[in-house]
């Protein structure tokens, strides 16, 4: 909403601009001599703006700033140091400055993260995710972007859909620049094919759960009591079962919001018939033999499974055969693509507010999101030793080596970085059609601040461990467990956690309305000025010309 009405503003201004031109052109010679004058003095002005860029990436003894990202991966190689000279001769050359990447510990990142933030320790761009964003963002740790983000990245600001600064919103202010990737959740399903063609399943006309079963009980069946058409583990337990609630980034799956409840009315998800039937669907299942009957103690997924579900995109379905062992699944989508703060959250970089190069880090993140060989370099590694391109345009990669540490999803966008030879080049299009048909959560931008109930979201949390693994394979009855479960969530706090959920979302979006109305009443004045200018200076026009 903000960059459309930007460019109304804009827009209003050039047709202003544009009418004043053509006004004056029917004027003296004089005019002509004027323009060209302002012409050379803006291009001088061009210049000296572009001389002062590179300027300001200066330190004040004429050194090339050095910017601190921290970032999460994998252990370091010993040359991971050359490899960053080598980015960094890259950014010196393209934006005037240098990178020193720091990377944390898939396990230690979290804590890691807070000891930086926490101690005031000094760093320029930071990784974060929905774990720490917004409580990162309320300390006052971050930078908002709003103001810089057009002048300093102009070309990502226009790239990345609105909807994602939408997700990163709080309070008006954007604290950090989302990656533009597999943004938006989208639901597959996928059956092994050699069922597929043997029963002769119509599997993309399967969309509910109810479906799913009686395409479970035909392989059941025809195979006997020894096969179980769906394998779930205590790892693996029916995923994306509460896609249709926004969970407001609290983690804690019992409590949410329709996504498309036009009221965002916070609800105890286990109180739902659509949630109560599906958990009816899943006992069933596991009671029927159509769910492995140890599902709730079994740790690892074994190989071949008949069918599984997940996240992912079309092409995914290459990495899901091969991690199962089977020759080929057809996968399926099974629900409309949907925007969540949660979804946007996943991978986002921010700017600290101690930042000496906060111009600059824009333009670092500028960089990645719309430079194609520095993404690459991030994503990648060092050509000709991490990898090397296996086509002339250079847009798949094959690689030599197997320890590049930094993990491209914490980067920036995916739609401009090489795919790689055993993945499918079109993915980044299927992702791309993916997020471009995505629905908003009525909730997208909200984050709940959880402090003033965080004691009573760890004990809900607690019960719901307690329950969560035997509700998710079938194991349990729910006409027992869930009123159980309920009953034990409102006594550990849950009443309070959806209360302070539903204050937090009233004063959330009464803030945003008035802000909206405010932008827009703004850009109302500004257009009605301009139209009341244009026709002033045109009346004034034509009386002069007249008298002349």
């Known amino acids: ?53 590179q300027a300001s990436a200066e330190t004040t003894d004429g050194e090339v700033p050095t910017l601190i990202w921290w970032t999460v991966g994998q252990t370091t190689p010993t040359d991971f140091e050359d490899s960053v000279e080598k980015i960094s001769d890259y950014t010196e050359e393209k934006i005037g400055v240098r990178l020193d990447i720091k990377v944390a510990g898939y396990g230690d990142w979290g804590t890691k993260m807070n000891t930086i933030v926490n101690s005031g320790e000094y760093f320029d761009i930071m990784f974060m995710d929905h774990s720490n964003y917004t409580k990162f963002a309320t300390l006052g740790a971050l930078e908002p972007l709003n103001d810089l983000l057009p002048a300093n990245a102009a070309e990502m600001y226009e790239f990345i859909p609105q909807e994602l600064w939408d997700g990163v919103t709080i309070n008006g202010n954007i604290y950090a620049v989302p990656s533009y990737k597999d943004s938006a959740v989208t639901q597959f399903w996928w059956l092994d094919d050699t069922y597929v063609q043997k029963y002769d399943i119509d599997y993309e006309s399967v969309t509910t759960m109810d479906q799913l079963g009686d395409v479970f009980r035909t392989i059941k069946e025809g195979e006997g009591s020894s096969v ?7 790892g693996t337990t029916w995923n994306g079962f509460f896609n249709a609630y926004d969970a407001l980034t609290v983690g804690l799956p019992p409590m949410g919001v329709k996504l498309d409840d036009p009221e965002r009315k916070v609800v105890c998800t286990l109180e739902q018939e659509d949630i109560l039937h ?44 091969i991690s199962a062992g089977v020759e080929k699944y057809d996968a399926w989508q099974v629900a409309e693509p949907f925007y969540t703060t949660d979804s946007i959250l996943g991978s986002l970089n921010g700017v600290s507010v101690n930042s000496k190069y906060k111009e600059e880090a824009l333009k670092v993140l500028n960089l990645i999101n719309t430079d194609h060989t520095f993404r690459d370099m991030m ?49 980044w299009d299927e992702i791309k059609a993916q997020n471009e048909s995505a629905i908003s959560s009525s909730c997208l931008g909200f984050a709940m601040n959880i402090e003033p109930v ?21 194991a349990s009855d729910p006409a027992v467990v869930v009123p159980e479960c309920v009953e034990e969530l409102k006594a550990a706090g849950l009443d309070t956690v959806m209360a302070e959920a539903q204050k937090q979302i009233d004063e959330y979006f009464a803030n945003a309305d008035t ?7 703004t850009t109302e004045t500004v257009a009605e000025t301009a139209t009341e200018t244009v026709a002033e200076t045109t009346t004034e026009t034509a009386t002069e010309t007249a008298a002349e």
């Open 1 to 53: 909403m903000k960059k459309k009405m930007v460019k109304k503003m804009l827009a209003a201004g050039l047709s202003l601009s544009m009418c004043v031109g053509m006004l004056a052109g029917c004027g003296s010679q004089t005019t002509t001599t004027e323009s060209t004058t302002t012409a050379e003095t803006g291009s001088a002005a061009a210049t000296t703006e572009a001389e002062s860029e």
């Open 228 to 234: 179980y058409p769906c394998v779930l583990t205590q």
């Open 278 to 321: 599906n958990l009816e669907l899943l006992h069933e299942w596991y009671t029927e033999g159509l769910i492995n009957p140890d599902a709730n103690v079994m740790t690892e997924s074994p190989k071949g499974n008949i069918f599984g579900n997940g996240q992912g995109w079309p092409s995914a379905v290459s990495s899901w055969q």
């Open 379 to 427: 994503a990648y590694g060092i050509e000709g030793d991490h990898f090397t391109y296996a086509n002339e345009e250079k847009t798949i990669v094959t690689r030599t080596r197997d320890d590049w540490p930094l993990g491209a999803y914490t980067q920036g966008t995916f739609f401009i970085m090489s795919t790689t030879d055993d993945s499918d080049p079109n993915q």
């Open 454 to 474: 965080q004691n009573e979201v760890a004990n809900c949390l607690t019960v719901w461990e307690k329950y969560r693994i035997d509700m998710l394979t079938g």
């Open 515 to 521: 802000a909206a109305e405010t932008t827009a009443e």
